[in-house]
């Protein structure tokens, strides 16, 4: 089961809090650390299983990378050896994982072009950014909507969580009324 962003968030700043941020900390932390710093986060259902999970992805980052996930991406061949190596880092590192690292590291690593995630088309499509049966050059195309309309102090990152969120919230679930874009929607229902 996924987690959710709130849930995530608490856990990340109780990381932040207990300056548990980097491959060496989490391993020195250890399971038990890793465990209250999880509970105290909110991941009380998973706190036993993502405990070993970052464990062992973080000994994997160590040895493989010597703690560096700019190595890891220096190291890749191209875009999709880089998605298999954050795969191979350890159990648990799926494609909605890599997908969302990567979504955030698209303007920061030369190899970070994941694909477009089925929210993000979902939504662009409702506003009308992409054609409804358009799935080639996506990436491109909304490229090329935010250059043209960008928004001060945002980047396109930005942009594409925003598509998410509002495919997430609104347009899965087909919650046309109370939608902040349900004016420009084209699938209004």
Request: net charge positive.
């Amino acid at each position: 089961a996924r987690i959710g962003a709130n849930i995530a968030i608490k856990t990340y700043k109780e990381f932040e809090r207990c300056r548990v941020l980097s491959p060496e900390r989490i391993i020195k932390t250890g399971w038990d650390g890793l465990v209250r710093i999880l509970d105290d986060g909110g991941y009380v259902r998973y706190d036993f299983s993502t405990a070993t999970k970052l464990l062992e992805i973080m000994k994997d980052l160590e040895k493989d990378y010597n703690g560096d996930l700019n190595r890891l991406e220096q190291e890749a061949r191209d875009e999709e050896d880089l998605e298999r190596l954050l795969k191979g880092l350890g159990k648990g590192i799926g494609d909605v994982t890599v997908n969302i690292f990567l979504r955030e590291l698209r303007l920061i690593w030369p190899k970070a072009r994941p694909e477009l995630s089925d929210l993000v088309k979902l939504s662009a499509k409702n506003l009308g950014l992409l054609k409804q049966n358009e799935d080639a050059l996506t990436l491109k195309a909304l490229e090329k909507f935010w250059t043209k309309y960008k928004i001060p102090n945002n980047d396109f990152c930005d942009f594409e969580a925003a598509l998410v969120r509002l495919g997430k919230d609104y347009c899965k679930k087909l919650k046309c009324r109370g939608c902040p874009m349900e004016i420009e929607c084209l699938h209004k229902i």
